[in-house]
């Protein structure tokens, strides 16, 4: 058996220029005084994680999707960092158009995955005149385990703090780009074997994923989970769970990707002594306020196998 997983990063950008003039917010005299002490203790607290989840019921990570990484030099930092280097993890990173620059990512051990193709869906949220503005794009992986086909999709859907109903017409756009890639795959298959996962920005009880996972004809083993107030994130003094994992049937039906069960990943290490009391994510930042921590988000995985 092995693990699937999915993580929220929060704003993992490199180290940008300092400039005079409107510098970027995570350079060192930006908005986030962003520099090169902080950016190396978060490869290393995101690596250390990401090392824990690895050893979690001594199961091999499969594949980890993450989302707000701005780059292939912070995947390969991370999977070079000693805590992950002896896993011999690979990765796939494509620039979006987004305009704040963060991406969705692939990190994947090539032992158990072989990659046979991997493809950006671009999502446009909206268009003034001729000028168009995306969200993040939508990662396809197309891979081999077990003698199965495996089509897996990286989401994170555009976010719920500005503009609501601007955003919650981009997160009906991803779902409806996603089910047409879905249906393309399932013209060809109908059993074909697909996990979409990420950051969706809603919860497993919203109408917009209620009727995603119905078009998709997927199933959404989170709805429980939340049912439970279990969370992955605290959004406005709530907890919530918008990052999840969902599955086409055949997972339920081929004992050798057989799907076993769903867990919001929540080690003392990703809380750390701040939050004993709350019991929410450590998070590397409040605001512009530096905190420190691995991510506001807990990472979530599934086993299957």
Request: hydrophobic share 35%; charged share 30%.
């Amino acid at each position: 058996m092995h693990k699937i997983a999915f993580y929220n990063l929060e704003n993992f950008f490199e180290v940008h220029p300092y400039e005079a003039r409107q510098p970027h917010e995570f350079s060192p005299n930006g908005r986030m005084k962003w520099g090169d002490y902080r950016y190396q203790k978060k490869v290393e607290k995101v690596s250390k994680a990401i090392s824990l989840l690895e050893k979690e019921k001594d199961l091999p990570i499969l594949f980890l999707g993450l989302a707000e990484i701005e780059s292939k030099k912070i995947l390969e930092d991370l999977v070079s960092f000693h805590f992950l280097k002896p896993f011999n993890f690979k990765y796939i990173h494509f620039n979006s158009k987004y305009d704040r620059g963060i991406d969705v990512a692939f990190i994947y051990n090539p032992k158990y995955l072989e990659v046979i193709d991997a493809t950006p869906y671009e999502i446009p949220v909206k268009k003034t005149g001729t000028k168009k503005a995306f969200s993040r794009d939508i990662l396809y992986v197309k891979g081999k385990f077990k003698e199965e086909i495996l089509h897996i999709f990286v989401n994170h859907w555009p976010s719920k703090r500005k503009n609501s109903i601007k955003k919650e017409n981009g997160r009906i756009i991803a779902s409806e780009i996603l089910i047409e890639k879905i249906q393309e795959i399932r013209e060809e298959n109908q059993e074909a074997n697909i996990i979409v996962l990420g950051d969706f920005n809603e919860n497993p009880s919203n109408d917009l994923i209620h009727n995603f996972t119905e078009k998709a004809d997927l199933f959404n083993p989170m709805f429980p989970m939340f049912a439970k107030n279990m969370g992955s994130l605290k959004f406005q003094g709530k907890w919530h769970l918008f990052d999840q994992i969902m599955f086409s049937s055949s997972f339920l039906k081929k004992d050798s990707i057989k799907y076993h069960t769903t867990k919001i990943y929540t080690n003392d290490y990703l809380i750390g002594k701040r939050n004993e009391k709350s019991k929410e994510p450590n998070r590397t930042y409040f605001g512009k306020n530096y905190i420190g921590g691995v991510s506001d988000h807990f990472p979530v995985y599934s086993i299957i196998g």
